[in-house]
Every structure is written in C-alpha cells, then in structure tokens.
C-alpha cells in the first residue's frame, strides 16, 4: 500500500521558519522523483520544489533562496525546510512522487504565516 504522510505544518510568524517531512512507503522510493507542491484557498495547486533520483534540484521562483528541499533514500522521506516565510507562503502543502505516468500524493499539511 502506497502511503505517503506529511507532517510538521502549523502556525508561524511571518519570517518565521518550519520544517515539512514526508514519509514515504510501498514504493521504489530511490528511482522517483520527490516533490512539494501547495494550494492556497482558490487558486490552483503549484510546484513548490522538486528533488529527482539523482539529486537535481528545481524551485519555484517565489521561494528561490528561502526553501531548501531534500531526500534520505535510507529513511524513504523527503524534506523541505522553509525559511523566511511570507503570509503568502499559506498553503496545504503536498508531498508528491512521480515516476513516468506513476503519480502518487500525500493527504497535505496546512502551513499558516500570520502574526
């Protein structure tokens, strides 16, 4: 059974920091590309930032240099650490797998940056 479990959203200041995890299971975890997409209330779901098999990095330009994604293939979990965080950095944040036409996604985790 495919699983995978996004944990560490809340609440934080702006200009705060949090850290998402996402772990995965029942799946060839190392050959698939790792992502973080979010949704905010009404708009549409957008990438956030992407790591592939092999390590390439790709980050949307709204969080270029404040967010730094990561995977551990031993642990099967992929990261994203968020740092300097905006009000509209609110979102559900979504882990995703993607392999060919394979795709796989979290259930979300809502960040909220408010003061």
């Known amino acids: 059974q495919v699983q995978l479990v996004e944990s560490g959203g809340g609440l934080v200041q702006p200009g705060g920091s949090l850290r998402l995890s996402c772990a995965a299971s029942g799946f060839n975890f190392r050959i698939y590309k790792m992502a973080w997409y979010r949704q905010a209330p009404g708009k549409q779901r957008e990438l956030v930032a992407s790591i592939s098999d092999t390590g390439y990095l790709d980050y949307a330009d709204s969080v270029q240099g404040r967010f730094t994604i990561s995977r551990d293939s031993a642990k099967n979990t992929v990261s994203l650490q968020m740092n300097s965080l905006k009000s509209e950095d609110t979102a559900v944040y979504y882990c995703?797998?993607?392999?060919?036409?394979?795709?796989?996604w979290g259930q979300g985790t809502q960040v909220t940056v408010s003061s």
């Open positions: 995703n797998a993607v392999f060919r036409i394979v795709n796989y």
